[in-house]
T-cell receptor, first 112, second 114 residues
Framework: KQEVTQIPAALSVPEGENLVLNCSFT??????LQWFRQDPGKGLTSLLL?????REQTSGRLNASLDKSSGRSTLYIAASQPGDSATYLC???????????FGSGTQLTVLP | DGGITQSPKYLFRKEGQNVTLSCEQN?????MYWYRQDPGQGLRLIYY???????QKGDIAEGYSVSREKKESFPLTVTSAQKNPTAFYLC?????????????FGPGTRLTVL
C-alpha cells in the first residue's frame, strides 16, 4: 500500500525567501506525481505534474523534481510571496486505475 | 468556461438520513473520482469511475454509493450506514492518458451531521 509523507508539516518564512517542500513515498512503481495547492475551505489546484520518466517540471516560480527510485519529490518555491500561503499536497499516481495517494500536506505561511 | 462544479457548498444531515452530493464536469473527461478529507489529513479515495456505467470502490467505500449514468455527472450518496460522515468531500476528473492522467478538482462540499 502506498504511503506518502510530507515534511515539514508546517513552515513559516518571511517574504522573499526560497523554500523547499519535501515529499516521500513508499512504492516507487508510480505513473506520475502531482503537486497541489489548497487554500482554506477550498478545493485543490493542480500546480505541477511530473511524469515518471521526467526528473523536473517548472511553472513560473515553482520547480518540482522527482527521484522515483528513491521515492522522493521536492517542490521548490522561489522568491516566496504572502499569496503563496496555503497547504501544499503531493500525490503520486499508481495502478491500472490511476489512483492518487495523498500526503497530509505542508501548511505554508509567508509573512509580509 | 470549463470546470467542475459541486453542489451544495454546505450540507447538513440528520442522523439516519441519506444525502446526495452533486458533481458535474464539462471538461469531457472520461474518469471521475470522489475523495473525502478530514481535518489535518490527506484525501482518501471513496469511489472512482473510468467510464460511463462503470465504477469501482476506493479505499473507504463503506457507507457510500455512486452512479455514473452520464459522462458529465458522478453523484455521491452518503447513506445512513456511514458512521462518521462529517467531512469535506471533493470530486475530481481526469482526461486520461492524453494529459498524463492529471486530475482536476471541484470546490468541495462540506457535510455536517447534526
Amino acid at each position: 500500500k502506498q504511503e506518502v509523507t510530507q515534511i515539514p508539516a508546517a513552515l513559516s518564512v518571511p517574504e522573499g525567501e526560497n523554500l523547499v517542500l519535501n515529499c516521500s513515498f513508499t512504492d516507487s512503481a508510480i505513473y506520475n506525481l502531482q503537486w497541489f495547492r489548497q487554500d482554506p475551505g477550498k478545493g485543490l489546484t493542480s500546480l505541477l505534474l511530473i511524469q515518471s520518466s521526467q526528473r523536473e517540471q517548472t511553472s513560473g516560480r515553482l520547480n518540482a523534481s522527482l527521484d522515483k527510485s528513491s521515492g522522493r519529490s521536492t517542490l521548490y518555491i522561489a522568491a516566496s510571496q504572502p499569496g503563496d500561503s496555503a497547504t501544499y499536497l503531493c500525490a503520486p499516481l499508481r495502478g491500472s486505475a490511476r489512483q492518487l495517494t495523498f500526503g497530509s500536506g505542508t501548511q505554508l505561511t509567508v509573512l509580509p | 468556461d470549463g470546470g467542475i462544479t459541486q453542489s451544495p457548498k454546505y450540507l447538513f444531515r440528520k442522523e439516519g438520513q441519506n444525502v446526495t452530493l452533486s458533481c458535474e464536469q464539462n471538461l469531457n473527461h472520461d474518469a471521475m473520482y470522489w475523495y473525502r478529507q478530514d481535518p489535518g489529513q490527506g484525501l482518501r479515495l471513496i469511489y472512482y469511475s473510468q467510464i460511463v456505467n462503470d465504477f469501482q470502490k476506493g479505499d473507504i467505500a463503506e457507507g457510500y454509493s455512486v452512479s455514473r449514468e452520464k459522462k458529465e455527472s458522478f453523484p455521491l450518496t452518503v447513506t445512513s450506514a456511514q458512521k462518521n460522515p462529517t467531512a469535506f468531500y471533493l470530486c475530481a476528473s481526469s482526461m486520461g492518458s492524453g494529459r498524463g492522467y492529471e486530475q482536476f478538482f471541484g470546490p468541495g462540499t462540506r457535510l455536517t451531521v447534526l
